[in-house]
Each structure stands twice: as structure tokens, then as C-alpha cells.
């Protein structure tokens, strides 16, 4: 659906679309198809082989490894810069914009449901129980981010802090995972915080 409206819009595919704002804004690790080594790849799981540097998601491999919900592989750093772009309302420190203020808070600002919800558009705000973030981060509106359960990889940002603290992980290898992630995301966050005077 994502990249289907990308494509309309732009006249590109998701993937080239994208590939222009990770150029621009020097996120040189991220793509959908990594040719890097395939050892300094996490393992994402098992489909009929191991599955390194593709998405352990049914729905991305139906849609030719590449979705909106998945089969972006990233680093923490280039996760880091993406965030801080997001954490300066589209600008990139010292040089230029990226988006419109006004795009980046349609990005991060909770969506209005007519039922309890805490997502913004493409992100989670802080939920109102078994956060992730723990319990140091700003409430929301002022922090976002996102956990991924299976693998329990997990991003988080401060907007009123500056800060953001990435996790990656491959937890879902080389068997599912069988326990919560939340606790102990929360746990590191927590400890990280505290490092940091928070």
C-alpha cells in the first residue's frame, strides 16, 4: 500500500524514492537490498534458508522484499541521524530541510482514532503501560519510537531531551522468541538514562 502510493505520487518506486533522502541526508547503510558482507548482517530468522538481509516478514516478501513494513536494513548510526533529523523538525544540523516542520509533526503527533490509541504515523508515543522507553523518557507528546517484539530491536527518542537510544537485536534467532522484550528494553533504557543524568 505504501509503496504503492509512493509510486503514484512520485512516479518512482519505494525503493528509489527513499534512496533519494538517504543520499541526502548521508544515511549510506540503509537500504532493502544490503550488498554488504552478509556476516556483519543479523540473521532475521529462517524462511526456506537463513534469512540474512532479508525480511523475516511475510508480508515484505510478498511484496518483493521491500514494503513499508519491512526489509529496510539500517545501522545504528544512520537510525541515529534519521531521529535527529526528526528530533530538529525536518532540518539537518547546520545545512538544510529536509521536511516541512509541519510533515514531521504529522509524522510524530499521536492519530486521532475514535478509540484509545497511541501511535503517530509510522511511530508509537509512549503507551500507557509496558513501554519499551522505561520510564526516564518524556511523556508524550515529547517522545517517540518503536519496538520491534520479535526481534526486540527498538528505537527511542526524546524530543525535549535530545536524545535518542537505538537497540538492535535479533532475538527472534535462531529460534522465536518466547519471552516479552518490554522489560528488559525498558530496563537498558532506564540504565542508560540514568547514565546520562536523567
Known sequence: MLGKTIEKATKQTLQDALFQILTIIGMH??????????????????TDKVAWGTPFNKLAHILGDSAGNGGLFSTVSDIITYTQLLLNKGKMPIYFRVFQEDTVNKFLNVTKYRYANTRALGWETVPAKDCPCG?????????FGMSDPPSGSFVWSDKKKNITIVLLANGAFPGGRTNDPAPFQAAISDAIMTALGH
Open 135 to 143: 520510564s526516564k523518557f518524556s511523556p508524550s507528546p515529547d517522545s
Open 29 to 46: 547503510d540503509t537500504s532493502f537490498y544490503p550488498k554488504t558482507d552478509k556476516l556483519k548482517i543479523a540473521p532475521g530468522g529462517y
